[in-house]
């Protein structure tokens, strides 16, 4: 791989302390090639109901900083749960946030669906991510089989079925992005 360093930004559709889904991206972070930095994003729960009368001129200081942390990034990790057969609702505001602003227009995005059964808020969040022109990376998706125990990032880590798969997904995701940038 290009010894070019790439910044991935990962965001978890889930607010819970103990989420599976933040687990995940946890474990992302420490299997991600040595030329990948993966940052998690942590404003979530910080922003405002999206309202388009505060997006004026100056945005509320928590949607900038989640801007300029989209925008600085080569790329999108998301693993989002399900809610009520759709996308949790704090995460779909964050995604309202950056409609306009279009941080995600030609954004490579890859999703992790930790989740098998929840096919609902993974095509939601599919046909939303399209219509904002993200780039979709299909060959970096990928699907954990993650059971119902408790899961964090070091039982992630300590079982291959569940590390291969994302190692593999992030190696991939991040040749996608080194040669659509050459
Ligand atoms: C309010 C609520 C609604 C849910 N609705 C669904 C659903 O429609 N389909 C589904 O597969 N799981 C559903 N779940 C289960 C969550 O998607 C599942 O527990 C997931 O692991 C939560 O992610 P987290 O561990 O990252 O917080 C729901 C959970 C909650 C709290």
């Known amino acids: 791989m290009n010894a070019k360093p790439l910044h991935l930004l990962a965001i978890s ?26 940052t998690l994003y942590d404003g979530l ?7 388009p009368d505060l997006d004026g001129e100056i945005a509320p200081p928590a949607v900038v900083e989640f801007r300029r942390q989209l ?21 779909k505001n964050a995604l309202d946030w950056v409609v306009g602003s279009g941080e995600f227009v030609d954004k490579p995005v890859a999703l992790i669906n930790a989740s ?36 964090d990032r070091e039982t992630i880590l300590a079982d291959s079925g569940q ?7 992030l190696i991939r995701f991040s040749r996608w992005i080194i040669s659509a940038k050459s």
């Open 116 to 151: 098998p059964h929840s096919t609902w808020a993974l095509a939601s969040l599919t046909e939303t991510l399209t219509v904002m022109s993200a780039r979709l990376v299909d060959e970096a998706a990928v699907t954990l089989p993650l059971g119902s125990n408790r899961i």
């Open 13 to 38: 559709g889930s607010l819970r302390a103990a989420s599976a889904n933040t687990a995940v991206l946890r474990a992302a972070i420490e299997l991600a090639p040595s030329e990948v930095t993966i």
């Open 163 to 169: 590390a291969d798969p994302l190692r593999e997904g």
């Open 45 to 51: 729960a910080e922003l405002p109901h999206f309202n």
């Open 71 to 91: 925008a600085a990034a080569d790329g999108v990790l998301i693993s989002c749960p399900e809610y009520a057969h759709g996308v949790p609702g704090s995460f």
